[in-house]
């Protein structure tokens, strides 16, 4: 069941029940707009106030997949859930009504990977029959968290990424559903040093780099066991630094690269720099464009990989730098 | 494996190896003082910011967890942990250098619960042979956090909890040692509507309730059957609310508990009104208190419950109530 130095194969994989995405208007108008469950023209989903906003999402992204695996709130057991305001509240107050056990987390914006490797963990290990993964951003609320207030309108350089205003929600259960969780592999948190905020993708870099670097030993497998290495946010900085780091380490990665930033907007067209980020990037990314493929027998396999860049203002403003953390998590068409 | 509701009954229970303690002065001087690993005089632990002590802290309290057990870092595969800070920075500078997997968790005050009930639900499904279980807080990293500047010497009304300044981290493992995790319990997220951010004893004194109840329902137990239920830091104020919340089930609770936030100060001498709280409260009580005297034989069975207070300076501003989550540990002298 251990593989290796940091992996996980799961003898009775946990399959994906159900999924759900809500987006904001700017996400519905990229290239994934048409395959989100819900996208919401009013950037307050109905609330006064951002944070409420960010909750409202969380709680329309799980009833859809709770409806979407054909079950009710009472069936699922736990909840693994995370986002990227202090203190998690647009987690504690989103998910106060579902009344299920909270198990609550905080991966910055690898966050939806952690869910997703610990609500496998658990519903393999027989704890639960099915669990709720789920991880969410909003480009308003980060804002005010992280950097300026919007109405500022400052400048951004090229090498930053757009928060997602999104929330993807997946329902973990013993069998069912077209997608299977065969394994996880997890980095250790890793830095080079990058203390430019503006640039995650790049501080990212590394530990994405080493958790493929590790997940190919662990299983004993080259890159085209993928169809695709999916990574979270990294955006086209990040990308580019993933792969000159594993060109470094004998492993060529161009053809079977794609970054959940790079997808989820027209960079161009949308004057969002380098990409996409937040913990709804990559949640949203897979619930959009990684499952739906997967379920049509496109893709057979994929390793998805949400990125965090761990960081807070403090800690930004007190010098530190930027270390990177990533979960990685083995799909597989049943 | 499962009972009932919102338990787990582990087959393998997980012992617990090592533990590792380190407070600051004030709780050096307090009833618990003789039994912590470490007190520091230094409340900047030799860094030069409160967060990089808090960080310090846990690098120390993580290493003496690890030399207790008679083990290397390289001995153990995944640390569960986390802090009161926004985007959990103490955590991630302060395990960076461990250079370990990462579960980051947010449960407020419930975080060494938390982490205690991943750590060994992992443990104990054979995900790994070893993990590390720390939660920690620093009283100035708090109070810059959540309150006022520490120089404006801001008054306290007498149902205000001190955060505790410390850092306590378990080793688990599958055998050796002589106190092991029989199972644990988790709370819904619970409110009764409390908003006053200067009483978080009450506001989590429903989860608390919510949680002793369904670990006796789903093991079919009364509380006699723990030498004591101690939860995380109710203080006084919350004590008395959850006794009374337990009388209108018709539980008696009197005789059977004790709360973290109670054993850590002497209250009256040390000028902390309701109690200790934050991470580290429980986290070093556990390692100051409780392990110890079932080491020694003195007490078979404890009910662990760590309590958190679900809210952020953006929360309370906005209006919002303060939910309560816990988590709960089944310790047994094996």
Redesign the interface.
């Known amino acids: ?2 593989r290796g130095k ?1 992996s ?1 194969e799961f003898e009775n994989p946990p399959h994906i029940l159900g999924s759900g995405s809500i987006v904001g208007q700017k996400e519905g108008e990229g290239p994934l707009g048409a395959f989100f469950d819900e996208v919401s023209e009013d950037p307050f989903f109905g609330q006064d ?1 951002w ?2 906003a960010e909750s409202a999402m969380q709680r329309r992204a799980a009833q859809i997949a709770i409806e979407a695996a054909g079950l009710t709130r009472e069936e699922i ?2 909840s693994f859930a ?1 986002d ?6 647009t987690t ?2 989103g ?2 009504d579902l ?10 914006c690898s966050t939806m990977g ?1 869910a997703l ?2 609500g496998a ?2 519903q ?5 029959g099915r669990v709720l993964c789920l991880a969410s951003s909003h480009f308003a609320s980060a804002e005010k ?1 992280f950097r300026f207030p919007l109405g500022y309108g400052t400048q951004r350089p090229e090498s930053t990424t757009w928060t997602v205003t999104g929330c993807g929600a997946i329902i973990l259960g013993s069998s069912g559903g077209a997608v299977k969780i065969t394994g996880v592999t ?4 890793e ?1 080079l040093g990058v203390k430019y905020s503006m640039s995650m993708g790049a501080a990212m870099a590394p530990a994405a780099a080493d958790l493929i670097m590790q997940n190919l030993i662990d299983f004993d497998i080259t890159p085209d066991y993928y169809d695709w290495i999916y990574t979270g946010d990294l955006g086209k900085v990040g990308q580019r630094a993933l792969i000159d780091l594993l060109k470094e380490e004998g492993v060529c990665l161009e053809g079977f690269h794609r970054d959940c930033g790079i997808e989820i907007y027209d960079a161009a067209q949308q004057d969002t720099h380098a990409g996409g980020s937040g913990c709804g990037c990559s949640a949203v990314t897979l619930c959009a464009q990684i499952l739906p493929r997967m379920r049509e027998g496109r893709w057979k396999r994929i390793l998805f990989i949400p990125t965090g860049a ?6 930004f403003n ?1 010098g ?1 730098p930027i ?1 990177g ?1 990533a979960h990685g998590v083995m799909l597989e068409r049943v």
């Open positions: 069941m251990i940091a996980i106030s944070e409420a057991r736990y995370g990227l305001l202090g203190q998690l509240i504690s107050f998910l106060i009344q299920l056990p909270l198990f609550g987390l905080y991966g910055a952690e490797c610990l963990m658990t393999a290990a027989g704890y639960a968290e997890h980095s250790k948190i830095h761990l960081l807070s203002t403090v800690s007190e530190q270390p953390i």
